[in-house]
């Protein structure tokens, strides 16, 4: 199911060599949250608890995987990858038990450098796992017309083509950001092998794959760096604090800013000229994409900068025609860019009776601290209830008591 130390999205790696630079001692524990109705089986825990154990630990930065990462990732340090090609998992890190009501009861914990791999890794594989122990009608399903799995894939590739097609001729931009719940590795391997074909396709967050086809690994930050610097600094200038010390680690490479993890107000409160101009752009993830891209250009504008030499990656599960009704609406305004996940590795129109896991893995404590997500959506908002209820007091959002 993961078939590579490089199976994981670019930015665990760029994040994991920030960390080491800035925050080599503390300490992070990660939480599993199951937002849908799924439930899993004591056999499902035994054999993801056979993975962590012994699959997952032997998996290791190969020497060609080593010259590439060298080759094509100039901004990752030459110390940085002798420490990638030393990194082992630490199983001992991961906790995975069964609930009363048959969910998932997982939980990272270690030093914050080695168990931010896991987050990524541990998603992709519960999803996979999932589908093939648990929910396994899909592979007979109404798809695969009598003729099983083989048929099934050669469907699933016609939709990946008919979306990059569509793509393609509205010149849209478009990078793969799947990874996490994607339904297995052969589809995801299948999506990103006709994907790259496409004159629009900018790259794809999986770092394995974005190496097997030739394409450019894609991705800077998760909302993970902004929530745990805000238990080492403080939650009011967080973001602040975050992006400066972004750019003291990669020097303006890896140039877009994630705006939205307190909220997007307090973001732009933080987001000074200076960081405005150093940044090359910024990742919208909740709330409405309209009303922020016109909230961005407000902000440029206000700064003297043309909003048209800076761009919008809108990355929050959209689909092919999703992504174009929004750059028709950017046009002219702000250059626009998009990542596209789950609707290209586990599409839930083309399985419709068998939708992907509606599930996170979340930053849950820096050093014992609580940090949490609050976002634009309320819906998103992760963490400690009364950690939520006073970073929304701290940032305007409510009242103490609300």
Known sequence: MICSILDNDLYKLTMQMAILELFPQASA??????????????QFVEELRRIIDEDIPKLSLTDDEYIWLRAECPYFKPSYVEYLKNYRFDPSEVSVQLTENADLDLTIKGPWHSSILWEIILMATVSELYFKMIETDWVDSEYGNGSGYSNLLNEYEKLIVSNAKELEQNSCGFSEFGTRRRRSFEIHDLAVRI????????????VYLAKKYGVKPTGTIGHEWIMGTSALIGLRNANLFALESWVDVYKGNLGIALSDTFGSEPFFRNFNLKLSKLYDGVRHDSGDPLKFADRVIQHYEKMGIDP???VVIFSDSLSASDAIEIKKKCESRIN???GIGTSITNNHEFFRSSPPL???????????IPVVKLSDDEG???????????ANYIFGRKGLDE
């Open 29 to 42: 524990e990660y939480r599993f949250t199951n937002r849908g109705d799924q439930r899993f089986t004591k």
């Open 195 to 206: 994907l790259h074909k496409c004159k629009t396709f900018t790259g794809t967050s999986n």
């Open 308 to 310: 048209l030499t800076k």
């Open 336 to 338: 626009c860019i998009f």
């Open 358 to 368: 509606n599930m996170v893995i979340k930053l849950h404590s820096i050093n014992d």
């Open 380 to 390: 998103k908002e992760t963490g400690n209830k009364d950690a939520i209820r006073v």
